[in-house]
Antibody, heavy 114, light 111 residues
Framework: EVQLVESGGGLVQPGGSLRLSCAAS????????MHWVRQAPGKGLVWVSH????????AYADSVKGRFTISRDNAKNTLYLQMNTLRADDTAVYYC???????WGQGTLVTVSS | QSVLTQPPSASGTPGQRVTISCSGS????????VYWYQQVPGTAPKLLIY???QRPSGVPDRFSGSKSGTSASLGISGLRSEDEADYYC????????????FGGGTKLTVL
């Protein structure tokens, strides 16, 4: 089955860290750019970061630049988002998505609160 | 504030046709393809339209997309109760800080 499955979300204190994972299956993961998109409670979709197929090119939204790092392991068919120095406004459901828009994970909730 | 502008809400009665607009600029819609997503609250977005007017397999032909200049629109004909959801447009952008942008979303209510 073609799917993306995120994991790693949870409750973390301000200033803390989390690493999200996105396990891909059913397609040639190494051939696709991948994205992280987040959605704060009751708000719209916001692009966070993307990475090209071999991991050599990355980009970040200004709001997370310097704090978040996107990476991938094509041997493990897995995408990652390392999130450091988390703030309350990072609270959101985080989705991984395959470039082209046709495949999204189910999302994982990150809550930053003391 | 989103770079792509959508009306916050839209509504229609069953069987009607509704259109949702998405207004951008030369650095995004004017230069790149537009994508449309449907999101039922509590679920992941679902791709409805890609490359301005193409429907993925499984998306009913009641859904259509168009683009002209720096604006795009999503049309939904034969409105059904299950179409009640949030709809988002998206496009790449020439901005170095935000290369992928979404509209603010339109909540569609089926009366």
């Amino acid at each position: 089955e073609v799917q993306l499955v995120e994991s790693g979300g949870g409750l973390v204190q301000p200033g803390g860290s989390l690493r999200l994972s996105c396990a891909a299956s059913g397609f040639s993961f190494s051939s696709y750019w991948m994205h992280w998109v987040r959605q704060a409670p009751g708000k719209g979709l916001v692009w966070v970061s993307h990475i090209n197929s071999d991991g050599g090119t990355t980009a970040y939204a200004d709001s997370v630049k310097g704090r978040f790092t996107i990476s991938r392991d094509n041997a493990k068919n897995t995408l990652y988002l390392q999130m450091n120095t988390l703030r309350a406004d990072d609270t959101a459901v985080y989705y991984c998505a395959r470039s082209g828009g046709g495949l999204w994970g189910q999302g994982t909730l990150v809550t930053v609160s003391s | 504030q989103s770079v792509l502008t959508q009306p916050p809400s839209a509504s229609g009665t069953p069987g009607q046709r509704v259109t949702i607009s998405c207004s951008g600029s030369s650095s995004n819609i004017g230069s790149y393809n537009v994508y449309w997503y449907q999101q039922v609250p509590g679920t992941a977005p679902k791709l409805l339209i890609y490359r301005n007017n193409q429907r993925p397999s499984g998306v009913p032909d009641r859904f259509s997309g168009s683009k002209s200049g720096t604006s795009a629109s999503l049309g939904i004909s034969g409105l059904r109760s299950e179409d009640e959801a949030d709809y988002y447009c998206a496009a790449w952008d020439d901005s170095l800080s935000v290369p992928v942008i979404f509209g603010g979303g339109t909540k569609l209510t089926v009366l």
